[in-house]
Every structure is written in C-alpha cells, then in structure tokens.
C-alpha cells in the first residue's frame, strides 16, 4: 500500500517558519523524486520543491527560492519542507507527491492529502 501523509501545517505569521514533514510508505526507486506542491484558493496547483531519493539534488520555484529548504531522510522515507521568512502569498494547501521528473506535474504519480498553511500578517 503506497501512501504519503504530510504533517506539519497550521498558522503562522509573516516572517516566520514552519517545517513540513512528509512519510512514505512503499516501495522507493532509486530514480524517485520527491516533490511539495500547493495550491492556493482560486489558483492552480503550483510546484514548490523537489528532491532526488538517490543523490539528493534538488529543484526550487522561483518564488520560494533562498526561503524554502527541502530536504529527505532515506532511512526514515520522509521528506521535509522547511519554510523561512513566509509570506502571504505562501498561504495555500501544500501537497506532497511522489514522481519521476523534479519540476513535471504530470510525472507524479502518488500524492498525499495536503497540509493547511496559513499566514498571517
């Protein structure tokens, strides 16, 4: 049974942080990517960040670059977002996913049910 459950959210005011956790159950491939997505209301989902299961490279939006960290711990398959210096804009439902290509939406097969985050000023 393959799952994803993310962990983590809530409020949090602007200019702070909040740390996203991501546990995955299944099997994982070398070539795996894991990758955090979100939404905000009214928009479409959107790519955050992605990280390689293997060699650990990672891929950033522009929008979140130099604030978002993201990162994995192969022995405990959980990825993690970590989030700097939030924004308003930062305010949406935040998924994580497993796939194939670090920045393809479509290459992502596998999701969780997404985490609330919610900045206020």
């Known amino acids: 049974q393959v799952q994803l459950v993310e962990s983590g959210g809530g409020l949090a005011q602007a200019g702070g942080s909040l740390r996203l956790s991501c546990v995955t159950s299944?099997?994982?491939?070398?070539?795996?990517?894991m990758g955090w997505f979100r939404q905000a209301p009214g928009m479409q989902r959107e790519f955050v960040a992605a990280?390689?299961?293997?060699?650990?490279?990672?891929d950033y939006a522009d929008s979140v670059k130099g604030r978002f960290t993201i990162a994995r711990d192969n022995a405990k398959n959980t990825v993690y977002l970590q989030m700097h210096r939030l924004k308003l804009e930062d305010t949406a439902v935040y998924y994580c996913?497993?796939?194939?290509?670090?920045?393809?939406?479509?290459?992502?097969?596998?999701w969780g049910q997404g985490t609330q985050v919610t900045v206020s000023s």
């Open positions: 990280i390689s299961w293997s060699g650990g490279s990672t």
């Open positions: 299944g099997r994982t491939f070398n070539s795996a990517v």
């Open positions: 996913a497993r796939g194939s290509v670090a920045t393809m939406v479509g290459s992502y097969a596998y």
